[in-house]
C-alpha cells in the first residue's frame, strides 16, 4: 500500500516537481555513467546527481516537512553542503589515482598535462 | 486527494532512484578496472542516502534523515579510502 503525507494541494505540487526533477536528474546522470565510453569521461557523469538531484530531493524533503511541522525545518541542509563539499574531493582523488595507474602502465589514451609553464631562474 | 497524488509522484520518484542505484551497481559489477568500481560504488551510495531521504517524506518521520545523513558521511570516507589504495596499495601510510 502506498502513503503520502497529508499535505495541502499547493505543497503537494511543490514537493512533486521537486522530488520528480530531483530523481530523473539523478537517473540521467547514472545512465551517463552506463554510457560513456571512457573513465575520464564517466567520472563527470554522477555528479549531475550530487548537485542538482541531491539538491532537488532535499528541497523538497524541507518542504515537506516545514509545511507538516508549520514551523521551518532545515536540517537537509547538513547533507546538501556536506555532499556538496566532499564530491569534488573525492572524485579529484579518484582521477589522480586513475591517472597515475593508466600511467604507470604506459596506457595510450591518457589525459595529458596542461601546458607547463617554466619557472624564471 | 493530493495525498493520494504525492503518494504516486513519491512512489514514481523512489522507481527512477532504484533505476540509477541499478545503473551504478551494473557498473560496479562489470566496470572494465577498479577505479570504474569505485566510481559505480559512489554513485550507488549516493542513491541510496536519497532514496531514504524519500522515504522519510514519505513516511513523515526523521528517523529517515539521520540514516541518510550517516550514509553521506560514511561513503565518503569509504570512497576517498579507495582512491587512497588505488594510487598507493595502502590506505594509511
Known amino acids: 500500500m502506498i502513503q503520502g503525507p497529508d499535505l495541502p494541494t499547493w505543497a503537494a505540487v511543490i514537493v512533486g516537481l521537486l522530488l520528480l526533477t530531483g530523481a530523473a536528474t539523478t537517473l540521467i546522470g547514472t545512465l551517463g555513467l552506463l554510457q560513456l565510453k571512457s573513465f575520464y569521461e564517466r567520472v563527470h557523469a554522477p555528479t549531475l546527481g550530487t548537485t542538482l538531484g541531491a539538491a532537488l530531493i532535499l528541497a523538497a524533503s524541507m518542504v515537506s516537512f516545514s509545511v507538516l511541522q508549520s514551523r521551518p525545518v532545515i536540517h537537509e541542509i547538513l547533507i546538501g553542503v556536506f555532499v556538496t563539499l566532499t564530491t569534488p574531493v573525492t572524485l579529484m582523488l579518484l582521477a589522480r589515482a586513475a591517472i597515475y595507474r593508466d600511467r604507470s602502465e604506459g596506457a595510450s589514451r591518457v589525459p595529458t598535462d596542461g601546458p607547463r609553464r617554466t619557472p624564471r631562474a | ?93
Open chain 2, 1 to 93: 486527494m493530493s495525498t493520494l497524488f504525492l503518494a504516486l509522484v513519491i512512489t514514481a520518484s523512489q522507481i527512477l532512484l532504484g533505476l540509477s542505484m541499478l545503473c551504478a551497481a551494473y557498473r560496479m559489477a562489470r566496470g572494465p578496472r577498479a577505479q570504474d568500481r569505485v566510481l559505480g560504488l559512489d554513485a550507488l551510495y549516493l542513491g541510496a542516502m536519497l532514496l531514504l531521504v524519500t522515504y522519510g517524506i514519505q513516511t513523515g518521520r526523521s528517523l529517515y534523515f539521520e540514516a541518510a545523513l550517516a550514509i553521506g558521511l560514511l561513503g565518503f570516507a569509504g570512497t576517498v579510502a579507495l582512491a587512497k589504495f588505488l594510487m598507493r596499495g595502502e590506505v594509511i601510510e
